[in-house]
């Protein structure tokens, strides 16, 4: 199974995306999705994440501005971006994780978002 992110570009401060990731093929028990962001120099970070529940977290910096969602079906979560900052210039890689056996993580290739001042 492989994940396949999209949504990313070129926004102007203050614009909006709306970031996709798809799984190819069906996930038995996918417990964790997380959208997660790495800024050139520096280390990738958790944006946020939501479990199987539906119980969200977000790191600090998101301030209200992000929400992420999830389609069960689909094997698929969102991240929708507002109020984006130039702060927010990263490549965001999508996950999902299932934390009890049969265990797996997964990774997508990764989306850039650019945001303009």
């Known amino acids: 199974v492989q994940l396949q992110a999209s949504g990313g570009g070129l926004v102007q401060a203050g614009g909006s995306l709306r970031l996709s990731c798809a799984a190819s093929?069906?996930?038995?028990?996918?417990?964790?999705m997380g959208w997660y962001r790495q800024a050139p120099g520096k280390q990738r970070e958790l944006v946020a994440s939501i479990t199987s529940g539906g119980t969200t977290n977000y790191a600090d910096s998101i301030e209200g501005r992000f929400t992420i969602s999830r389609d069960n079906a689909k094997y698929t979560s969102y991240l929708q971006m507002n109020s984006l900052k130039p702060e927010d210039t990263a490549v965001y890689y999508c996950?999902?994780?299932?934390?009890?056996?049969?265990?797996?993580?997964?990774w997508g290739q990764g989306t850039e978002v650019t945001v303009s001042s």
């Open positions: 996950n999902i994780r299932r934390r009890v056996l049969p265990r797996y993580d997964i």
């Open positions: 093929g069906s996930l038995f028990g996918a417990d964790v």
